[in-house]
């Protein structure tokens, strides 16, 4: 399923792209915690909707632009969690720094995923263990790498609040290079950055595709207290602040 599954965004991502590239309408608005919403990301929603609805009817779908009520999620066991244009700030922005994140969610954790960045040409994808890379028409299994001094990858938009500050100041040696959307567990994943901290708040869309491709390449996925993040239903989407790391 994993091939349809980077099919399907795809054609999210060329929806994404009629918006960026000026085909269509980019149609701005806020959503009621201030975050931003455009045209692009509910045309993806739509073209995602239609083809998980196709490919496996019985399995239902949380998506950031429409979530079902608790009452109706409460029990599921396995399901789709979907953020059809991840990085709207930075698609607004026009850096290329967005993508598309569909998970596969079981028993709360992430069993596959796919992050696929349409301005930059780049698919993540991981399934039963594994994790790939696709760039230019070539796939590769991708890894995490050691490397000393560590660069630690943080976010363009949320990066300099006090905490990480005085986190990074703790950490000892290190680089750091800052990027946008599920990009950050993406470099961790691939071996390019080897630590990504986060202190401010996201959501379970903004990291379950990210969280199944850095665990297939090796990577860890904790909160602040040692926890893998989890994706068992519960009332509230907000995330704990958590690691992505080699240990």
Known sequence: MLEQICQLAREAGDAIMQV???AAPLDVSHKSDDSPVTAADIAAHEVIL????Q???DLPVLSEE????????????????VDPLDGTKEFIKRNGEFTVNIALIEAGKPIMGVVYAPALG???SAAEGKAWKEEGGHREQIHVRDAR????????SHGDDEEMKEY?????????VATGSSLKFCLVAEGKAQLYPRFGPTNIWDTGAGHAVAMAAGAHVHDWQGKTLDYAPRESFLNPGFRVSLF
Do not use: F, I
Request: hydrophobic letters at 35%; proline letters at 11%; aromatic letters at 14%.
């Open 50 to 53: 239609s083809g998980l609805k």
């Open 149 to 156: 001094p560590p660069l630690v990858v943080v976010s363009r």
């Open 20 to 22: 960026y590239n000026g």
């Open 66 to 81: 429409d979530p079902p009520a608790w009452t109706e999620r409460q029990h599921w066991q396995r399901y789709w969690l």
């Open 55 to 57: 490919l496996t009817p």
């Open 168 to 176: 990074l100041k703790q950490l000892g040696e290190h680089q750091t």
């Open 122 to 124: 780049v698919m993540y």
